[in-house]
């Protein structure tokens, strides 16, 4: 849960479902379908398919909907809400943007899966283009901000998840376990929650760094 008592949760096999706005209107991505679907409360049920690897979700505090493809297609995607327009291209070479957030500066960011780095885009430019905001990375999973707009980053490959000033390229380094993270969330209380897929676990880390 946010602060709105908005819910955020993933269904890692089958790409990633994102709880939106407080009148329960559920969003998700079907990664080898290709289609993104939206629930509304009275059991309104709408599909528009975007391509195989629709997999990372998310919206603009605007209300903007923006979806990305992943291992099996590439490019990022902005739909109408409704799903009734077709999806509009902001990048179409983009490659392995995976869980993303959009950032208090009002800018997208989102780990680049195969590149080993997180990246920031300006949806609003006339011609939207990836910009490299931290390297070094085994497989950055996905990124996420806490309620006072800092920065978090999963490693998936090394389990690890940093908190990341990117005015001075410092990270340090929260959590560190012996199991592969894929994307996490936030709640009220900045308490993090991370899902160790390989072992089946739902894993919560509390403000003073308890697992």
Same mark, same amino acid.
């Given at each position: =849960?946010?602060? +709105?008592?908005?819910?955020?949760?993933?269904?890692?096999?089958? *790409?990633? $479902?994102? &709880?939106? @706005?407080? !009148?329960?209107?559920?969003?998700?991505?079907?990664?080898?379908?290709?289609?993104?679907?939206?629930?509304?409360?009275?059991?309104?049920?709408?599909?528009?398919?975007?391509?195989?690897?629709?997999?990372?979700?998310?919206?603009?505090?605007?209300?903007?909907?923006?979806?990305?493809?992943?291992?099996?297609?590439?490019?990022?995607?902005?739909?109408?809400?409704?799903?009734?327009?077709?999806?509009?291209?902001?990048?179409?070479?983009?490659?392995?943007?995976?869980?993303?957030? =959009?950032?208090? +500066?009002?800018?997208?960011?989102?780990?680049?899966?195969?590149? *080993?780095? $997180?990246? &920031?885009? @300006?949806? !609003?430019?006339?011609?939207?283009?990836?910009?490299?905001?931290?390297?070094?990375?085994?497989?950055?999973?996905?990124?996420?901000?806490?309620?006072?707009?800092?920065?978090?980053?999963?490693?998936?490959?090394?389990?690890?998840?940093?908190?990341?000033?990117?005015?001075?390229?410092?990270?340090?380094?929260?959590?560190?376990?012996?199991?592969?993270?894929?994307?996490?969330?936030?709640?009220?209380?900045?308490?993090?929650?991370?899902?160790?897929?390989?072992?089946?676990?739902?894993?919560?880390? +509390?403000?003073?760094?308890?697992?």
């Amino acid at each position: =849960f946010d602060a +709105d008592d908005r819910i955020f949760t993933a269904a890692s096999s089958e *790409g990633q $479902i994102l &709880r939106l @706005d407080t !009148d329960g209107t559920v969003y998700w991505t079907e990664l080898m379908g290709g289609n993104v679907g939206m629930l509304r409360p009275d059991g309104t049920f709408t599909t528009q398919q975007v391509g195989p690897g629709v997999n990372p979700i998310t919206m603009s505090d605007d209300g903007r909907l923006f979806v990305a493809r992943d291992f099996m297609g590439d490019g990022l995607y902005e739909l109408d809400p409704e799903l009734a327009e077709p999806p509009r291209v902001l990048i179409e070479d983009l490659v392995g943007m995976n869980g993303m957030d =959009f950032g208090p +500066d009002g800018l997208l960011y989102g780990p680049l899966f195969f590149g *080993g780095a $997180i990246a &920031r885009v @300006d949806v !609003d430019a006339d011609e939207p283009a990836p910009e490299i905001v931290a390297e070094g990375f085994r497989i950055p999973s996905a990124v996420k901000f806490d309620s006072k707009g800092r920065l978090h980053a999963v490693d998936l490959a090394e389990g690890q998840i940093f908190r990341l000033d990117l005015d001075s390229d410092e990270r340090e380094m929260l959590m560190d376990i012996e199991a592969p993270l894929d994307n996490m969330a936030f709640d009220a209380d900045d308490r993090i929650f991370t899902a160790a897929s390989s072992e089946g676990q739902i894993l919560r880390l +509390d403000t003073d760094g308890t697992v």
